[in-house]
T-cell receptor
Framework: DSGVTQTPKHLITATGQRVTLRCSPR?????VYWYQQSLDQGLQFLIQ???????AKGNILERFSAQQFPDLHSELNLSSLELGDSALYFC??????????????FGPGTRLTVL | LAKTTQPISMDSYEGQEVNITCSHN???????ITWYQQFPSQGPRFIIQ???TKVTNEVASLFIPADRKSSTLSLPRVSLSDTAVYYC????????????FGQGTTLQVKP
């Protein structure tokens, strides 16, 4: 158990809908990261927050948005869903900034299926 | 634009040493290179991290040459439980903070 929790574990929805994925980081971790993992794209970095502020952006679509709240939990909002958005979405947390001697701890993921 | 390349798959036998290399160009000059292990339906798990030369912990070693254009994860004496996908993770250059995972190397350990 990494200490990072993600809800829900599974989500099945229809094209055009909007969903929210939630992540609670490990106690004491200030950074939260979101990743998408699909069979054809591998692990793709979406976005990072550090202590409530957006820190880095990856290949995140304009239909997707995220935020980190004062209690440090984070939410990833996916809207106008398409079939290609079906994937595993991972949240990770770290004490500081990744790449600066800070390992990331990954949650169990949310499996999103868009029908 | 940073780019990473890893072998898609590798086979080994129990007790052997396995070396997996990740090639990465245009990475941030002052950031660490990290390797993760992932089992099916689980999140990646940290293995080792290094900045340059050689780093060793209780499960692996990491070799990074001076030009930092590649890194090699070394797993000594693998066992069946080491069958997993291994990823390198780097940060792209240019202060964007963008993180880039390699494509992953599927290691199959045979008895």
């Amino acid at each position: 158990d990494s200490g990072v929790t993600q809800t829900p574990k599974h989500l099945i929805t229809a094209t055009g809908q909007r969903v929210t994925l939630r992540c609670s980081p490990r106690s004491g971790d200030l950074s939260v990261y979101w990743y998408q993992q699909s069979l054809d794209q591998g692990l793709q970095f979406l976005i990072q927050y550090y202590n409530g502020e957006e820190r880095a952006k990856g290949n995140i679509l304009e239909r997707f948005s995220a935020q980190q709240f004062p209690d440090l939990h984070s939410e990833l909002n996916l809207s106008s869903l398409e079939l290609g958005d079906s994937a595993l979405y991972f949240c990770a947390s770290s004490v500081g900034i990744a790449g600066e001697d800070n390992e990331q701890f990954f949650g169990p993921g949310t499996r999103l299926t868009v029908l | 634009l940073a780019k990473t390349t890893q072998p898609i798959s590798m086979d080994s036998y129990e007790g052997q040493e396995v070396n997996i290399t990740c090639s990465h160009n245009n990475i941030a000059t002052n950031d660490y290179i990290t390797w993760y292990q992932q089992f099916p339906s689980q999140g990646p798990r940290f293995i080792i991290q290094g900045y340059k030369t050689k780093v060793t912990n209780e499960v692996a070693s990491l070799f990074i040459p001076a030009d930092r254009k590649s890194s090699t994860l070394s797993l000594p004496r693998v066992s069946l439980s080491d069958t997993a996908v291994y990823y390198c993770l780097v940060k792209g250059s240019g202060n964007t903070g963008k993180l880039i995972f390699g494509q992953g190397t599927t290691l199959q350990v045979k008895p």
